[in-house]
């Protein structure tokens, strides 16, 4: 059974950093992109940012760019969201996804059940 777990989430004053967690199982973690969404009180869901399988390729949101990092440990399963220079408008509850193809070629979106960040004085 695929599972993101997301952990580290809290509240964190202006200019803060933080580091989330998302803990992978049931799947080649090794083989997989993944990325990191968030959503805000009466907001859609938007992207954040994501890494390639290997690592080597990044990519982030424009709101995010330069502030955040993502990187991955496929030895532990475990991609990781370094957050720094917070901002109020960062609070959201941030989830960890990622796409999995079956053999038959079918794909299936998976998703943490999330963790809250608030960025509040």
């Known amino acids: 059974e695929v599972q993101l777990v997301e952990s580290g989430g809290g509240l964190v004053q202006p200019g803060g950093s933080l580091r989330l967690s998302c803990a992978a199982f049931?799947?080649?973690?090794?083989?997989?992109?993944m990325g990191w969404f968030r959503q805000a009180p009466g907001k859609e869901r938007e992207f954040v940012g994501g890494?390639?399988?290997?690592?080597?390729?990044?990519y982030y949101a424009d709101s995010v760019k330069g502030r955040f990092d993502i990187s991955r440990d496929n030895a532990k399963n475990m991609v990781y969201l370094q957050m720094n220079s917070l901002k109020p408008e960062d609070t959201a509850v941030y989830y960890c996804?990622?796409?999995?193809?079956?053999?038959?070629?079918?794909?299936?979106?998976?998703w943490g059940q999330g963790t809250q960040v608030t960025v509040a004085s």
């Open positions: 890494i390639s399988w290997s690592g080597s390729i990044t």
């Open positions: 049931g799947f080649t973690f090794s083989s997989s992109a």
């Open positions: 996804n990622t796409v999995v193809v079956a053999f038959s070629g079918l794909e299936y979106e998976y």
